[in-house]
């Protein structure tokens, strides 16, 4: 079984700043993916990243990056420079290898204001 | 090239019909999934197709819910004498071949009386 938590259930920061979104997941697999979607106010899930367990390497894209450390079975989401566009819920979600099922956590709200 | 489209993208139905969501999935994607997501809450697993096969059908809430992809491309979800507790947004997500990745939809916004 999986488990994913969200523990942070909203953020407010101020444009610029920097803001980090936690994830811990708790999994018996020792192979397994890791994923995070955004879903801005218009409601889409958007796909932004997908790491398996074999890659504890951290991985930047533009103003994003992600720290993915297994020893402490998290999966940290981290905005630089946030801007108001970045508003949404963002939500962790594993899945096992073998099964295809995103096991979604309950996201966390990110406020970005101006 | 066109996401995953989804039809009818809002459905007000009363208790006790039947009502019909459709997923046309990526091109080229073999796999299809849906997803059921409660206002507040994240996405919550229903079932899946690998082509016209459906591999894991354990998130389906009970027997009023069933999904067919008889052609490995569009799908339904079919709910049977809904219920209030089933209105939701309903999700088909599509992955390419080989990838675990999945592409979401815009979503069924479905609401029951």
């Known amino acids: 079984a999986q488990k994913v938590t969200q523990a942070q259930t909203e953020i407010s920061v101020v444009e610029k700043e920097d803001v980090t979104l936690d994830c811990v997941y708790e999994t018996r697999d020792t192979t397994y993916y890791l994923f995070w979607y955004k879903q801005p106010p218009s409601g889409e899930l958007v796909f932004l990243i997908r790491r398996n367990s074999f890659d504890e390497q951290n991985e930047i894209s533009g103003r994003y990056s992600w720290n993915f450390q297994k020893s402490t079975s998290s999966f940290n989401f981290t905005i630089t420079a946030s801007q108001v566009v970045d508003s949404a819920v963002y939500f962790c979600a594993p899945m096992n290898t073998g099964f295809q099922k995103l096991v979604f956590g309950t996201g966390t709200r990110l406020l970005v204001s101006p | 090239g066109a996401g995953v489209s989804q039809s009818p993208r809002y459905k007000v139905t009363k208790r006790g019909q039947d009502v019909a969501l459709r997923c046309d999935p990526i091109s080229g994607h073999v796999s299809l999934y849906w997803y059921r997501q409660a206002l507040g809450q994240g996405p919550e697993f229903l079932t899946y197709?690998?082509?016209?096969?459906?591999?894991?059908k354990s998130g389906l809430p009970n027997d009023r819910f069933s999904a067919e992809r008889p052609e490995g491309s569009i799908s339904t979800l079919t709910i049977q004498r809904t219920e209030q507790r089933d209105s939701a947004m309903y999700r088909c997500?599509?992955?390419?071949?080989?990838?675990?990745?999945?592409?979401f939809g815009p979503g069924t916004r479905l609401t029951v009386l």
């Open positions: 997500a599509s992955s390419p071949p080989g990838e675990t990745s999945q592409y």
């Open positions: 197709f690998n082509y016209e096969a459906q591999q894991d």
